[in-house]
């Protein structure tokens, strides 16, 4: 794939700004497509700042999909806020057309642009330094599955197919064990050991769902801090980003994220386990925000099942690790020797923890929906 910036001019006269560009600059801190922030400059009035981005060819294979994902769920977020007297053009992304009218636009070398208004007086935090952060992201991340609550999720697309399938990331592990390609799995038997051990837990929530207890809904599929935008007057979380992976799916996936990725203190590669641990007040704080947000929009199962998720997510990032540990770290970028297998002895730390605390959990879950 060629630099984003020997079509970016190209792209650029694609699309009507409304004012004149002054300026295209790369911008913000993600890893998959190439992201620009560009200036125009109105008529007697201020610089106007626009999101220009070149989704990835890599990982999206189907982009007339994704993005007809990511219109019909905020064209129905923008609807649905109206509705409720917010600001449509803080509370919810919207996409911009490029001049040709389709949906994307398709560059001279095949890459596939889209644009975004951008949001201003926001904030974008890569961590949660504190609790009330945490908790304005899940109240965001509730609120987001309130407003999209009746949805039809099963005319999404699945823009990574299998993407939260635990028992295919599950039988992909199982696979690559047992192919043992770089002779790496006598050096991890204690981390294959503990996947086998749990084999029937990454069926717990599609078996759920099978049986009809858990509904299908619009889920994010990556919710991370970095993907709410927060008021930088109030701190609040005021809209929901990066909806790449917006996709069917179960809520306890959005739920477990977000408590494996903030509700420790630990770096992901942390080799120190005596580090890793669950924070259970960070737990707590992030249940209330997300039950809070969700304004009574979930089913008595799936607040039940948030635990659950908890650990379910943290099982399969961990699965995917320690799987690409055994191909070869084909898939996840790696510093060092042994980083993924390191990634991945953290994730099943925490997930040992979660399961030493179960009780605690449930009972959180428990005072937390009652009231």
């Known amino acids: 794939m060629i630099q984003a910036e020997q079509t970016l001019q190209e792209v650029l006269e694609a699309f009507d700004f409304g004012a004149p560009v002054v300026g295209a600059i790369r911008y913000g801190c993600g890893h998959i497509n190439d992201t620009f922030v560009v200036h125009t400059q109105p008529e007697n009035a201020c610089c106007r700042r626009f999101i220009l981005q070149r989704m990835s060819a890599a990982a999206f294979k189907r982009p007339d999909q994704l993005m007809e994902n990511i219109i019909g769920v905020t064209e129905y977020l923008g609807r649905a806020i109206v509705a409720r007297g917010g600001d449509r053009s803080r509370e919810a992304m919207e996409v911009i057309r490029p001049k040709n009218g389709q949906d994307y636009y398709t560059d001279s070398q095949n890459g596939a642009w889209r644009l975004y208004p951008f949001v201003e007086g926001t904030i974008c935090h ?19 599955q309130q407003l999209l609550k009746d949805y039809p999720a099963d005319t999404l697309y699945e823009t990574i197919p299998n993407f939260h ?53 619009v889920t994010h599929n990556d919710t991370k801090l970095n993907n709410v935008l927060m008021d930088e007057h109030t701190g609040e979380g005021i809209c929901i980003i990066d909806l790449d992976t917006v996709m069917p799916g179960l809520v306890l996936y959005d739920f477990g994220d977000s408590i494996r990725f903030g509700a420790n203190h630990c770096a992901e590669d942390e080799t120190d386990l005596s580090k890793v641990n669950l924070d259970v007040d960070l737990f707590a704080v992030y249940t209330a925000a997300f039950l809070e947000g969700t304004g009574g929009s979930l089913t008595d199962a799936e607040i039940q099942y948030l635990p659950w998720g908890a650990k379910l997510m943290t099982l399969e990032c961990g699965i995917r690790f320690l799987t690409d540990h055994l191909e070869g770290d084909h898939y996840f970028h790696i510093a060092r020797e042994n980083h993924n297998l390191d990634r991945c002895r953290t994730q099943f730390k925490l997930v040992a923890d979660m399961e030493a605390r179960w009780a605690e959990l449930e009972a959180i879950v428990k005072r937390f929906q009652t009231q």
Do not use: H, W, Y
């Not at 043992?180 to 006598?186: E, N, P, Q, V, Y």
């Not at 084999?199 to 858990?214: I, T, V």
């Open 165 to 217: 399938n635990t028992e295919d990331r599950l039988a992909k592990f199982k696979a690559a064990a047992a192919a043992d390609k770089l002779g790496r799995a006598g050096d991890c038997q204690a981390e294959i050991d503990f996947v086998l051990a749990r084999e029937k837990d990454c069926s717990a929530a599609l078996d759920a769902m099978r049986a009809g207890q858990l509904p299908l809904r």
């Open 126 to 144: 890569q961590a949660a330094d504190t609790p009330e952060l945490f908790a304005a992201s899940g109240r965001a991340f509730g609120r987001f």
